[in-house]
């Protein structure tokens, strides 16, 4: 028998990876026709 609590982050943590593997998806096709050399930049500085 599963717990309330822990079903409850289960489908939080489906509901979070769901959209972001779209989004992931969408962004690597759109990553080679706007380049490499940006994103790369706008991550390390996001870091900083």
């Known amino acids: 028998m599963t717990k ?3 079903y ?4 939080m943590v489906i509901c979070l990876i769901y959209p972001m593997s ?3 998806s ?3 096709e ?3 026709s706007i380049g490499i050399p940006p994103i790369a ?3 390390l500085g996001s870091l900083d």
């Open 30 to 32: 759109l990553l080679p």
């Open 41 to 43: 930049t706008s991550l």
């Open 22 to 24: 779209k989004w992931i």
């Open 8 to 11: 409850s982050t289960m489908t």
């Open 4 to 6: 309330p609590s822990s």
């Open 26 to 28: 969408t962004y690597s």
